[in-house]
């Protein structure tokens, strides 16, 4: 069986699982056995073991479960409302300073907690009854909110740039770095956004609280301490101090104490409920990782992947037309998977076909996940949608999906701004480690 047709065979056998609902690990695991016994004769099952544990066997993978820990310890706790409250008495006097508060809560929260749906449900269960009383349009009020809640797996500490690094080999502190930039830029671009549409719309912005000073710095020591914690983490990265897995430990402690000192959560069952909901995130990523070697293993066994490459770099594309044709694909891959599945199954393959092409292997990790980003709020799977919706059952999903859009035309423009200066993503990591080796 040459490499074309086993690709396609390939690709085929996978869709058909994922249409009729086997999990992302499932799938992964049942196609790498099939076509590895078909290939290789039943002598193949003698090393599924090995290679299935050998997936798991880097160091690094430890930050994963210890950053959903930290996260999960920030979803649990008031820190979302503290956050939201604080942002929104500082930035009362801004005019549309509501939605810049909602964005920005988003922005922040989701750095701190690495997951999109529980910055939807922890920012949007405030913001979305405070905005559509004040007068904000619904679609842009549940619209803002599905949008910010994608910055978690741009804006670092991120677990998908984490996942990104391991399945490359790239340096996670690089990738880290790679994506505060255009993660700021974006947050800049739906705030824009927002305001435009506010004003066309007809609304007035207006000053309706009034905030002494007293009541905006009491709120600060609620909030600063997390953030600080974000900075510190990201700080010993940067400056070579400790390894993603040491910092993301500390963080993860650090939070749980944050958690137990200012919120009171000191109850078994309230810690209990931080690490449950930890623990099934991280079987479910690391299950979708093991896998995923199988998955290597097999392509790598048929040759596929080297075929493809060789493929491409022999076609003579022009180096904008295969990137362009590349965002197409992962767009459409990121309706229906998960950006830690896409990741998985598809950067192995890509990256060594884009660098041959000229293009920064940690400016396309920002451009791989900005199109993850466009996934979380798109049908079929588009979870930040239906998270939405649950807050706000009222607001058809047609409204909520109409309100994301033009977000989604705001990281499309964040695309093509990369593509046009690259430097936003590149310039930070050069600037403090230095150029890639």
Same mark, same amino acid.
């Given at each position: 069986?040459?490499?074309?047709?086993?690709?396609?065979?390939?690709?085929?056998?996978?869709?058909?699982?994922?249409?009729?609902?086997?999990?992302?690990?499932?799938?992964?695991?049942?196609?790498?056995?099939?076509?590895?016994?078909?290939?290789?004769?039943?002598?193949?099952?003698?090393?599924?073991? /090995?290679?299935?544990? *050998?997936? =798991?066997?880097?160091?690094? &993978? @430890?930050?994963?479960? +210890?950053?959903?820990?930290?996260?999960? !310890?920030?979803?649990?706790?008031?820190?979302?409302?503290?956050?939201?409250?604080?942002?929104?008495?500082?930035?009362?006097?801004?005019?549309?300073?509501?939605?810049?508060?909602?964005?920005?809560?988003?922005?922040?929260?989701?750095?701190?907690?690495?997951?999109?749906?529980?910055?939807?449900?922890?920012?949007?269960?405030?913001?979305?009854?405070?905005?559509?009383?004040?007068?904000?349009?619904?679609?842009?009020?549940?619209?803002?909110?599905?949008?910010?809640?994608?910055?978690?797996?741009?804006?670092?500490?991120?677990?998908?740039?984490?996942?990104?690094?391991?399945?490359? /080999?790239?340096?996670? *502190?690089? =990738?880290?770095?790679?994506? &505060? @930039?255009?993660?700021? +830029?974006?947050?800049?671009?739906?705030? !824009?956004?927002?305001?435009?549409?506010?004003?066309?719309?007809?609304?007035?912005?207006?000053?309706?609280?009034?905030?002494?000073?007293?009541?905006?710095?009491?709120?600060?020591?609620?909030?600063?301490?997390?953030?600080?914690?974000?900075?510190?983490?990201?700080?010993?990265?940067?400056?070579?101090?400790?390894?993603?897995?040491?910092?993301?430990?500390?963080?993860?402690?650090?939070?749980?104490?944050?958690?137990?000192?200012?919120?009171?959560?000191?109850?078994?069952?309230?810690?209990?409920?931080?690490?449950?909901?930890?623990?099934?995130?991280?079987?479910?990523?690391?299950?979708?990782?093991?896998?995923?070697? =199988?998955?290597?293993?097999? &392509?790598?066994?048929?040759?596929?992947?080297?075929?493809?490459?060789? !493929?491409?770099?022999?076609?003579?594309?022009?180096?904008?037309?295969?990137?362009?044709?590349?965002?197409?694909?992962?767009?459409?891959?990121?309706?229906?998977?998960?950006?830690?599945?896409?990741?998985?199954?598809?950067?192995?393959?890509?990256?060594?076909?884009?660098?041959?092409?000229?293009?920064?292997?940690?400016?396309?990790?920002?451009?791989?996940?900005?199109?993850?980003?466009?996934?979380?709020?798109?049908?079929?799977?588009?979870?930040?949608?239906?998270?939405?919706?649950?807050?706000?059952?009222?607001?058809?999903?047609?409204?909520?999906?109409?309100?994301?859009?033009?977000?989604?035309?705001?990281?499309?423009?964040?695309?093509?701004? &990369?593509?046009?200066?690259?430097?936003?993503?590149?310039?930070?990591?050069?600037?403090?480690?230095?150029?890639?080796?």
């Amino acid at each position: 069986m040459g490499p074309e047709i086993a690709g396609l065979l390939i690709g085929l056998t996978i869709f058909a699982l994922l249409v009729i609902g086997v999990p992302v690990a499932f799938t992964l695991a049942i196609t790498a056995i099939l076509f590895l016994v078909l290939g290789k004769g039943l002598l193949a099952i003698s090393t599924l073991a /090995e290679n299935f544990f *050998g997936g =798991l066997a880097e160091f690094t &993978l @430890l930050s994963i479960p +210890m950053f959903i820990v930290m996260g999960a !310890a920030v979803a649990a706790s008031p820190a979302g409302k503290d956050l939201y409250e604080a942002l929104d008495r500082w930035l009362n006097r801004v005019p549309g300073g509501l939605i810049i508060s909602n964005i920005g809560a988003c922005s922040i929260f989701a750095a701190l907690s690495g997951s999109s749906p529980a910055t939807c449900a922890a920012i949007g269960k405030m913001g979305i009854p405070e905005m559509r009383q004040r007068g904000y349009p619904d679609g842009l009020a549940t619209g803002a909110i599905a949008a910010g809640g994608t910055l978690g797996i741009l804006i670092p500490p991120s677990i998908t740039m984490i996942v990104y690094g391991i399945a490359t /080999e790239t340096s996670i *502190g690089r =990738l880290f770095l790679a994506g &505060l @930039l255009p993660g700021l +830029m974006l947050t800049a671009l739906f705030m !824009a956004w927002s305001l435009y549409t506010a004003w066309r719309s007809g609304y007035r912005f207006s000053k309706v609280a009034n905030y002494t000073w007293g009541e905006r710095i009491e709120i600060l020591p609620r909030v600063l301490p997390f953030l600080a914690i974000i900075a510190g983490v990201l700080w010993v990265l940067y400056g070579g101090v400790a390894t993603p897995s040491e910092a993301a430990g500390v963080g993860a402690a650090g939070c749980i104490l944050l958690a137990i000192i200012i919120y009171r959560m000191w109850q078994p069952s309230k810690l209990w409920t931080v690490l449950s909901s930890s623990m099934k995130e991280s079987v479910m990523i690391l299950m979708i990782i093991a896998c995923s070697a =199988l998955f290597s293993q097999m &392509l790598s066994s048929f040759y596929i992947t080297q075929t493809a490459a060789e !493929a491409i770099a022999g076609a003579g594309l022009n180096k904008w037309v295969l990137m362009l044709a590349i965002n197409v694909f992962l767009l459409v891959a990121g309706f229906f998977l998960p950006p830690v599945a896409v990741i998985l199954m598809t950067a192995p393959i890509l990256l060594p076909i884009v660098t041959q092409a000229g293009f920064d292997p940690y400016w396309f990790a920002v451009v791989f996940t900005i199109n993850m980003e466009i996934g979380l709020i798109t049908p079929p799977v588009g979870l930040n949608l239906y998270v939405i919706n649950g807050i706000v059952p009222d607001v058809p999903l047609a409204t909520i999906l109409n309100g994301a859009l033009p977000f989604m035309a705001c990281m499309v423009v964040g695309i093509i701004l &990369l593509c046009i200066f690259p430097g936003i993503a590149t310039w930070l990591p050069t600037f403090l480690m230095g150029p890639a080796i």
